[in-house]
């Protein structure tokens, strides 16, 4: 996407040709800075700290940490060693081990002086995959935003609500969730984005905010407890979310909080969608609840704020009560039954089994295979 008119992806490859550079995510909104990867351990520490995140990202950093390996010692040791390292960063986004078997299964059955240069280019190729996967959820997700503007008074927006980061930020490029609200913003629908700044990161605040602020979008940050009341007041039209792992039935694994929104908007008559890249479906199993991992994150990032300071410095604030402590579980499951529809590259179906093996009966039956 743009920023001040210069187009950026989230990740590529600095000058030199070998190192790989992303945006600091915990430097923005205030500070865009980004950092030069040099290794699969520096790799691991950005995905680990949330310096790059987002399932997509995630999965694409962790690729090109493979490609930092194999630079440095191609040996089979060396890349079981980077694929452990890598995979032990984060557990709930699938599109991380989704990534790193990828790159096993192309790297295993080559010679170890080919596999430099094979990560590398297997790397980029999940990086241009995943642009295209996002802009075509954008595509298949516009239609429902145009409907519902149709039912709208003329010059009134579709309200949209969000939850957290899957804008362009949490991607390669386009974004999830935001893909078809871009779109709709470019093809001149009013829309309106009510943006939770899903605590305790504030992806929403932080993130979401900034993205859709350097597009134009109009947007208004909500604190996460306000979407139930704004959709008992009819004040939001649609739900789209991003997720991090979506089971083969359809329960979806999100930053935490996006169950509490989905209870709200079905309480409500409010359509909740999900916006779904195929590399986020694990088709291994079927009970989100009882088989999706959700992260623990540290307390600290409850207790403590990261803020603009009056002297213009960056840094945290502690904003819980000394001596308390904190929990912070990162991500919640939605159950399919609350879900509307996934959002997908190859459309809109039901959060069944049925819906996502009849959009995917590639990847549906290679999973039962
Ligand atoms: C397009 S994936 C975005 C997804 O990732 C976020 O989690 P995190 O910020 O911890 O990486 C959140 O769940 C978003 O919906």
Same mark, same amino acid.
């Given at each position: 996407m743009k920023i001040n008119g210069q187009h950026y992806r989230t990740i590529w490859l600095a000058q030199d040709g070998w190192r790989v550079v992303v945006i600091d995510q915990t430097r923005l909104p205030f500070r865009f800075e980004t950092v030069a990867l040099g290794s699969a351990e520096q790799a691991a520490d950005a995905i680990r700290s949330m310096v790059v995140r987002g399932a997509p990202l995630i999965g694409a950093t962790a690729a090109y940490g493979v490609a930092l390996a194999m630079r440095a010692d191609a040996s089979g040791a060396a890349l079981e060693a980077a694929l452990a390292l890598l995979g032990g960063t984060r557990p709930t986004a699938v599109n991380l081990r989704w990534a790193l078997e990828r790159m096993r299964r192309v790297l295993a059955a080559l010679p170890a002086e080919r596999r430099s240069e094979a990560a590398y280019a297997e790397a980029a190729a999940i990086c241009d995959e995943d642009v295209a996967l996002c802009r075509a959820i954008g595509e298949h997700g516009l239609p429902l935003i145009r409907e519902i503007a149709t039912r709208k008074p003329a010059g009134q927006p579709v309200n949209i609500l969000t939850h957290c980061n899957a804008g362009w930020i949490a991607t390669v490029d386009w974004g999830t969730a935001l893909a078809p609200i871009y779109l709709a913003h470019d093809a001149g629908i009013p829309v &309106? /984005?009510? /943006?939770?700044?899903?605590?305790?990161? $504030?992806? #929403? %605040? @932080? *993130?979401? %905010?900034?993205? *859709?602020g350097a597009h134009g979008v109009p947007h208004t940050v909500i604190t996460? $407890? @306000? #979407? #139930? &009341?704004?959709m008992q007041r009819g004040a939001v039209d649609m739900v789209i979310v991003g997720t991090d792992r979506t089971t083969a039935n359809g329960d979806v694994a999100n930053k935490i909080g996006t169950y509490l929104k989905a209870l709200a908007a079905h309480d409500n008559g409010v359509p909740f969608y999900v916006a779904l890249p195929s590399p986020t479906i694990d088709w291994s199993i079927r009970d989100g609840l009882a088989e999706i991992p959700i992260e623990e994150r540290a307390a600290r990032e409850v207790t403590h704020l990261s803020g603009l300071a009056e002297d213009g410095e960056v840094r945290p604030f502690r904003v819980v009560a000394p #001596?308390?402590? @904190? %929990? $912070?579980? @990162?991500?919640? /499951?939605t159950p399919a039954r609350l879900v509307t529809g996934p959002v997908t590259e190859r459309g809109v179906c039901a959060a069944s089994a049925a819906g996502l093996a009849h959009l995917f009966p590639d990847l549906a039956n290679r999973a039962t295979a």
């Open positions: &309106h /984005v009510w /943006v939770d700044e899903t605590r305790p990161r $504030n992806q #929403g %605040a @932080a *993130l979401t %905010a900034y993205e *859709l996460d $407890n @306000a #979407g #139930g &009341h704004l #001596g308390s402590g @904190a %929990a $912070n579980p @990162a991500f919640d /499951v």
